[in-house]
């Protein structure tokens, strides 16, 4: 099936904090293009909680750039991002990959040392598929109960389960 291609991931973590600068390192990742809500913060959350400070810290010593690609709105993710001093994009419209392909060349990046990190398959997974980048999804941290959201989650399922089942060979370390 066509989609496949697209909403596959490399990974499947628990959280954000499960993807190491050590992991990255060795896997040739410099610059993590990251998703905001849902995948570091809830929507609840207008500030970086402390947890992701750290572990964007953790990053930068290891020489791993993170740059915040978000399809929310401008005011949310530049007051997300001010703090930390992370590059970021609003109002990206993933799974269309403009903004992140800007967001690459702005960054200085390249297909092989970018990681896409998100909690959806059918925005962040198919907009960093697109681009060429690797992949790693989290479960959402809090999802949203509206119709909506849950019919993308039916949608989504079956990819889940399929990646549950037959997890890609060479996890992060799979040439692409
Ligand atoms: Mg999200």
Request: with cysteine.
């Amino acid at each position: 099936m066509i989609l496949e291609r697209w909403l596959l991931p490399d990974r499947m973590v628990p959280t954000f904090r499960d993807v190491t600068p050590d992991a990255l390192r060795e896997a040739g990742i410099r610059f993590i293009f990251s998703d905001i809500d849902n995948t570091l913060a809830t929507y609840d959350d207008p500030e970086p909680p402390e947890d992701v400070t750290r572990w964007i810290r953790a990053m930068e010593e290891a020489g791993i750039r993170v740059i915040f690609v978000s399809n929310n709105d401008r005011g949310r993710v530049e007051r997300f991002a001010a703090p930390l001093g992370c590059p970021a994009y609003a109002k990206a419209r993933k799974p269309l990959v403009g903004t992140l392909r800007r967001a690459m060349t702005e960054a200085g990046a390249v297909r092989g040392d970018s990681l896409l990190l998100g909690d959806q398959l059918l925005t962040d997974c198919a907009a960093g598929r697109r681009a060429g980048m690797r992949v790693i999804i989290v479960p959402p941290i809090k999802d949203k109960t509206t119709l909506f959201f849950r019919a993308k989650r039916w949608i989504e399922r079956p990819y889940v389960r399929k990646f549950t089942r037959n997890p890609p060979e060479g996890g992060l370390h799979g040439a692409r």
